[in-house]
């Protein structure tokens, strides 16, 4: 069939009519429609590894929680969105570096937060090193996370200190004579920690042989019998058992049903709500030392920070390692302020140069190795609560 002019006109004019129609009819307009696209030059992203699954998840969920928390009470920098990365390492030191990789490679991140856990960090912290991307670690305790590495900092006190505080409370508040030492002997945290332990407490006490006992488990036991048969006959007046959360609370479960009833004492991994959970009535009592407290805030930002917490998590305890992880996205926000762009290069060197900055835990300067110099606090359980006792301060 041929249409003329005419007939194309008329037929242009009836398709105008009926779109007009149409709207008019119910058809809505996207009000999102004339808005300007973000682009990746808008976004910051700043990457995170964590343990959110695994045997380390309860202490990576709860530190996400606290950069969560920062970031949407602080959500621009340089006038940008600021985007959390976030990947999970699974609680495998191989997974750690592969998503640190992930973060660097395809989120194209200039600084990364994290990694709860010693043995997590020092993976993914590696290879950030290698790749020129500096990391805030929010609790990995041993030394060896920041030594030789200019491009990882961490915002939690190290261990040499966490393992004299306790053994000066092991000590000189419960007159400990003999201890007995056990550790998960695949985790750096935990060999790390009671070695300074053991090395402080000989000191104290000028006895070397007053570790009457030490015995090892690996990742993912759940039968210390053996371990606990050997302390019974042995009669130690403390424990010092620092592990992750599921192990030490059933370890200090099977203790107590074997009718061991020498003091428990930990390290700041204890402090999470299935600690308790699991440990149940053979945890009550137990001592350990942590970074930070609700109950003595030590800052503005302090209080800042608990009363936003409380608001966003209702019905959740304030904890110490969300604290930290408020700690690592505000600190990390600072110096990407302080460079005037997101490059890694720029970032890392604004963070070496860190001198009182104020926390949520504390003011932290940096020392040469990335190391801040703060107090710890020890907690005990008491009706099933984590109770603040006393704050420790380092030159004490």
């Not at 119910?26 to 682009?39: C, F, H, I, S, Y």
């Not at 090193?129 to 900092?153: L, Q, R």
């Not at 992750?244 to 061991?260: D, F, N, P, T, Y």
């Not at 350990?288 to 030590?298: I, L, M, N, R």
């Amino acid at each position: 069939m041929m249409f003329n002019k005419k007939t194309i006109s008329v037929l242009l004019c009836l398709v105008l009519i009926l779109s007009v129609m149409a709207v008019g009819c119910g058809q809505k307009e996207d009000p999102d429609a004339n808005k300007p696209v973000e682009t990746d030059e808008d976004v910051i992203k700043i990457g995170v590894y964590e343990p959110l699954t695994g045997l380390q998840a309860a202490g990576g969920k709860m530190t996400l929680d606290g950069m969560e928390l920062a970031n949407k009470l602080y959500p621009e920098v340089l006038g940008k969105k600021v985007e959390l990365a976030v990947e999970d390492n699974k609680s495998d030191i191989t997974e750690a570096a592969n998503v640190v990789s992930r973060l660097i490679d395809q989120h194209k991140v200039q600084v990364i937060l994290g990694s709860y856990g010693s043995s997590n960090a020092k993976s993914g912290g590696n290879l950030a090193k290698e790749k020129h991307i500096p990391a805030i670690g929010c609790s990995p305790t041993n030394p060896t996370v920041t030594k030789d590495n200019d491009y990882y900092f961490r915002v939690c006190f190290i261990d040499p200190f966490q393992g004299t505080v306790m053994a000066n409370y092991a000590f000189n508040d419960l007159q400990a004579k003999k201890v007995a030492i056990i550790r998960e002997i695949t985790s750096d945290y935990s060999v790390g920690l009671t070695n300074y332990f053991v090395e402080a407490f000989k000191e104290l006490s000028g006895d070397e042989n007053c570790v009457v006992a030490q015995l090892d488990y690996k990742k993912g036991d759940q039968d210390f019998t053996a371990q606990l048969q050997t302390i019974k006959e042995k009669q130690p007046d403390v424990i010092f058992a620092p592990g992750e959360i599921g192990e030490s609370a059933i370890l200090i479960k099977q203790a107590r049903q074997l009718k061991i009833d020498a003091h428990f004492l930990g390290g700041d991994t204890w402090e999470a709500p299935e600690f308790i959970e699991i440990g149940g009535d053979a945890v009550e009592g137990i001592a350990f030392s942590t970074h930070y407290t609700a109950e003595a805030p030590v800052t503005e930002m302090s209080e800042e920070f608990i009363e936003a917490f409380k608001q966003e998590y209702e019905g959740q305890e304030v904890n110490a390692f969300a604290a930290l992880g408020f700690d690592t996205y505000i600190l990390a926000l600072d110096a990407i302020e302080k460079a005037g762009k997101y490059d890694a290069e720029a970032i890392r060197d604004e963070l070496a140069k860190t001198i009182d900055f104020q926390g949520a835990t504390g003011n932290i300067t940096f020392d040469e190795n990335g190391d801040p110099i703060k107090s710890a606090v020890i907690k005990q359980v008491k009706d099933a609560k984590f109770v603040y006792l006393t704050t420790i301060e380092p030159n004490k």
